[in-house]
């Protein structure tokens, strides 16, 4: 339908730019409220009025009489006080659908775009509101690929922070572990430095006389020295591996895990400290609470002041993050030096090393738009990064860096009963409970995907008692990671999700596994109609696409439901632009729902394999023939798998 909406927009515009003060942008085709007004309405005759001071109607009757024999458009009519509406040629629309496209329908907005998404700190195990980070950015990173952009998924690694510093402080100070020691440790090592950075944190505000060591820790791992930095490496790299295969359980991967010790070492940082300097972005305060650090002025509350370099010389996050964001868009004139990190699917995915690039196989960054997936409670700090940019006189840059925004997941009364997890006193009569990793609250993201998989497998051998445990496991593992991305996805990024078991692995209403069941249904279809008719079922459909049925064996009823499904099927790759320019893909999640039921009473309506008539059969195959596709299509952008049987 985009394809079809451009080629329709030049043609209209070549035909009355002579005529009329328009521009190809004004021409906006959008939907009637109702069929039966037609498939498209132009309402740009309402914005010439006012410019040509002429009533809108007759702008529109004037126009419209220009608009005969336009491609694919059966008739034109005027309706209101000025609306031009567009009655497609059915038959050709149709048959249109069939046609291989070349690609996407427009060409690429970007030369590279890097979205950085995930980011979990490296010194415990993931939680599930990091789950809907990397849903997001996941699913940001698949919808701007099928657009035809070059896309750059990276997962920062905070391997020098507050966080990690916390862990290595618990098992040299409170453990008295040795780096030996801990790389000996065995079982699920993220778990066991979930519970270990709780402890500390209650350690240390029971002992802030500790509190010096602390920071003589984060020193020696900021610069990469000592015992300290050596223990913080394999604590950070060891839970960042777990990090990794929690995400790949939902399909989620990175192309570059670039590391903020990296950074450090290589001086990234004072490269970015000293243009900041020059430009007097940063100044040293002289008096005052900060005084010693260097800050930098707010642009929207110049009274207030931002700390970016510690009085003790450390750089705050805000500061790093400055110069990692001018990496990303080729700033700095620096680069890292990389090496394979692990292989994944047959690709490999780097990490950054402290080491300058030299002839490397691999190449990241310089980007001409960057997306930072950072949940809202980061918007502030988004702000300052920005202002750093745009006190460089990096204009262009900083109006490309964007802040993808989204609020935390919370976990239902019901939920937390699912995981065994006992409320404190405190939080027993709370609607929901909040993460908070530094109490140790809150649910680790592999003990959420593990029940969801059990809760989905009760379903599966319930429905599927001739399958194998292998297969049923297989089944069950799909079902649980496309309930967990529709739920994650399904709500506007800016709503507070309380997570549900229930409600999100139910096989009706809107749900993954619902999205899932009525693909494997249109499957199924098509696998019975190969067997029915002893040839593959593809052949079959091959045959009907280059010679479709004519419309007109329908009946008007049946026209208009058919009509109705193939107009809404087409509107996909609209949706995937707009949750994409909107960055909202509740919009793609609910296109897929509403599609799905509509077709799901498509198939309840109209017999499709019992059907004698062989035209009429022909027909409703090829419908849901394009109608599966464009719901693959849909679960595919959103990274929610697709079962052989449900």
Not at 96 to 123: D, L, M, Q, W, Y
Not at 250 to 272: H, N, T
Not at 391 to 407: N, P
Not at 455 to 481: F, G, H, M, T, Y
Request: with cysteine; aromatic share 10%; proline share 4%.
């Amino acid at each position: 339908m985009l394809r079809f909406k451009d080629r329709l927009r030049n043609e209209i515009y070549a035909r009355i730019k002579d005529s009329y003060p328009v521009e190809p942008g004004d021409i906006e085709l959008t939907s009637t409220p109702q069929a039966r007004f037609g498939d498209l309405a132009l309402t740009f005759p309402f914005q010439l009025a006012k410019k040509l001071k002429s009533p809108p109607r007759q702008i529109a009757q004037e126009v419209a009489s220009r608009l005969s024999q336009l491609e694919g458009v059966e008739k034109a009519e005027i309706a209101g006080a000025g609306y031009i509406n567009l009655f497609l040629a059915r038959q050709a629309f149709f048959a249109s659908r069939f046609k291989p496209a070349a690609g996407p329908a427009r060409p690429p907005e970007e030369r590279k775009i890097v979205v950085e998404h995930t980011n979990i700190n490296p010194n415990k195990a993931a939680h599930i509101g990091h789950l809907r980070n990397a849903c997001l950015g996941d699913t940001l990173v698949r919808c701007l690929r099928h657009l035809g952009e070059t896309v750059e998924a990276q997962n920062y690694v905070d391997d020098t922070g507050v966080q990690v510093v916390d862990v290595v402080f618990g098992f040299l100070e409170m453990e008295k572990k040795t780096t030996a020691e801990v790389e000996a440790m065995r079982g699920k090592f993220d778990y066991y430095c979930w519970d270990l950075y709780a402890r500390v944190s209650a350690f240390l505000q029971a002992h802030p006389e500790s509190q010096p060591r602390k920071a003589a820790i984060l020193k020696q791992i900021e610069h990469g020295r000592g015992p300290e930095a050596e223990l913080a490496r394999h604590v950070s790299r060891r839970v960042l591996r777990s990090h990794l295969q929690t995400m790949a359980r939902l399909d989620i991967s990175y192309d570059v895990l670039p590391c903020e010790s990296s950074i450090l070492a290589l001086r990234f940082w004072d490269k970015a400290f000293s243009l900041l300097r020059e430009r007097g972005t940063v100044t040293l305060a002289r008096e005052g609470p900060n005084q010693g650090c260097w800050v930098m002025k707010l642009e929207d509350d110049p009274d207030k002041e931002k700390v970016i370099v510690r009085s003790d010389g450390t750089v705050t996050y805000v500061g790093k993050d400055i110069a990692y964001q001018m990496w990303k868009f080729g700033l700095l004139g620096m680069d890292f030096g990389y090496e394979p990190f692990l292989q994944e699917s047959g690709r490999t995915v780097w990490i950054t090393k402290a080491a300058p690039a030299g002839a490397a196989a691999a190449s990241f960054g310089h980007a001409s738009r960057v997306y930072n997936v950072i949940d809202t409670r980061q918007a502030y700090l988004q702000k300052v990064v920005v202002q750093g940019l745009r006190s460089l006189h990096f204009e262009e840059q900083a109006s490309k860096s964007i802040h993808f925004s989204y609020e935390m997941v919370a976990l239902s009364p019901k939920s937390l009963k699912e995981l065994d997890y006992t409320p404190t006193a405190e939080d027993a009569d709370k609607a929901f409970l909040e993460v908070s990793g530094r109490k140790g609250l809150g649910v680790k993201a592999d003990d959420l995907l593990d029940r969801l998989e059990e809760k989905a497998r009760a379903e599966v051998d319930k429905r599927n008692l001739e399958l194998d445990s292998p297969a049923k496991a297989s089944i069950a593992r799909q079902i649980a990671a496309g309930a967990l991305r529709y739920f994650m996805l399904k709500f506007a990024r800016n709503s507070l999700i309380i997570f549900d078991f229930e409600e999100a692995l139910s096989f009706e209403g809107e749900t993954g596994p619902y999205l899932q069941y009525t693909c494997v249904r249109l499957n199924s279809i098509f696998r019975k109609l190969g067997e029915r008719e002893g040839r593959p079922a593809e052949d079959i459909l091959s045959e009907l696409q280059g010679h479709i049925p004519s419309l007109s064996s329908l009946s008007n009823k049946e026209m208009d439901d058919l009509w109705e499904l193939v107009v809404f099927s087409s509107q996909l790759e609209e949706e995937v632009r707009l949750s994409v320019q909107a960055l909202e893909f509740s919009h793609l999640a609910k296109f897929a729902f509403a599609l799905a039921q509509k077709v799901n009473g498509f198939y309840h309506q109209y017999p499709v394999l019992a059907e004698e008539d062989g035209r009429l059969k022909g027909l409703r195959l090829l419908v849901l023939l394009f109608v599966r596709d464009a719901l693959k299509t849909a679960l595919s952008l959103m990274g929610i798998p697709l079962p052989e049987r449900m």
